[in-house]
């Protein structure tokens, strides 16, 4: 970390722990339904449709940044994208959400996964992020993203959501090595995936594993952390890599160690006890609860300040939510939230 004012974008330099001209914002889910912009589109278009053209997701990426007033685009697509061509049968069922036809559960599933080419297969991906990049204003970085080799693994063992994952847990349990063998596959095609995001414009990359918090302490250090930590050691140097988990707040040293410029805190911890945890030589990013932004916008204002309260304006904090925008968030209401967080963290 440098004292020095950074010369990069806000965010970018949040991510290196370099001082801002205020703390930077952007939003999990910053396209989605609560955008009138983005229902629209829907409307016409179905789902897959909208990841796989690249005009329509560049479109949907840039629409909530010149209306938001965000500090960062992420790009639009999705976690599951990575696996269809592996042969699993994905499908996103209206009201059912994703959906796997064909799950993995044994040791023979694993090795019946489809070999695939990540730079060919997954193109109009990569096409999207070039459109994007001429698309944006130089001084808003571009946020690429894959799934965490967990989340996407319980994803091809579940066939879909979960509440207990039991299918997944017992695979590590009954078979470890299959086990072993599905998340070195795993980490090392989201590796691949990442860096082509990385090669084609984006600018910075983020790490869902979104379910890890379904795991204690001693099952995510012997079953996870080495492929996390294998996808993360493998990016392009020099780009930030934001680790981002919920439920998560038992295994925060966990998730630490499993590597990330920046780690991300949901709402479930404060701030600067989850800061403390992960230790002040890593940035943070969080960390308000995506239900704030139903209240007003002056109790929205309140819990901002106290994020900000909390990060102590110490280099290295970005501000996002805990989790992604809700479907019935007042778009007005992230306004409020933005603005509040440009306006109160001004240096």
Request: overall charge neutral.
């Amino acid at each position: 970390m440098t004292n020095m004012a950074s010369n990069n974008p806000p965010f970018l330099a949040a991510c290196h722990r370099q001082k801002t001209p205020h703390t930077p914002v952007w939003l999990m889910r910053q396209a989605g339904r609560y955008m009138e912009e983005y229902r629209t589109l829907r409307a016409q278009h179905d789902f897959l449709e909208l990841c796989k053209r690249p005009e329509l997701a560049a479109e949907i990426t840039v629409t909530p940044v010149e209306r938001l007033g965000v500090d960062a685009a992420i790009l639009f697509a999705d976690i599951l994208l990575i696996l269809e061509p592996m042969g699993v049968g994905l499908e996103y069922s209206k009201g059912d959400g994703p959906m796997i036809h064909r799950p993995v559960r044994s040791g023979k599933d694993v090795d019946a996964l489809k070999d695939f080419e990540v730079k060919r297969e997954l193109s109009f991906v990569y096409d999207a992020v070039k459109r994007i990049r001429k698309t944006l204003k130089a001084s808003v970085p571009l946020i690429g993203f894959a799934g965490a080799p967990f989340t996407l693994a319980s994803y091809l063992i579940e066939g879909g959501g979960s509440r207990n994952y039991v299918r997944t847990k017992t695979l590590f349990y009954k078979a470890p090595e299959a086990w072993k063998r599905l998340m070195k596959r795993l980490a090392q095609v989201i590796a691949e995936y990442l860096n082509c995001q990385i090669a084609a414009g984006a600018q910075a990359v983020q790490l869902f594993d979104s379910w890890a918090g379904c795991l204690a302490p001693a099952d995510y250090e012997h079953f996870v952390l080495p492929y996390t930590k294998a996808v993360i050691d493998a990016i392009t140097p020099g780009v930030p890599v934001i680790n981002f988990s919920t439920g998560t707040t038992g295994l925060l040293k966990h998730i630490r160690a499993s590597g990330g410029d920046v780690i991300g805190l949901d709402w479930r911890v404060n701030l600067d006890e989850g800061w403390a945890t992960v230790g002040h030589d890593v940035a943070v990013q969080g960390n308000l609860d995506p239900v704030t932004l139903f209240a007003s916008p002056k109790e929205i204002r309140r819990h901002v300040a106290d994020v900000l309260r909390r990060a102590g304006g110490r280099p290295g904090h970005i501000f996002n939510l805990g989790h992604g925008v809700l479907p019935e968030t007042p778009v007005d209401h992230v306004i409020a939230m933005v603005d509040a967080v440009h306006e109160l963290s001004a240096r």
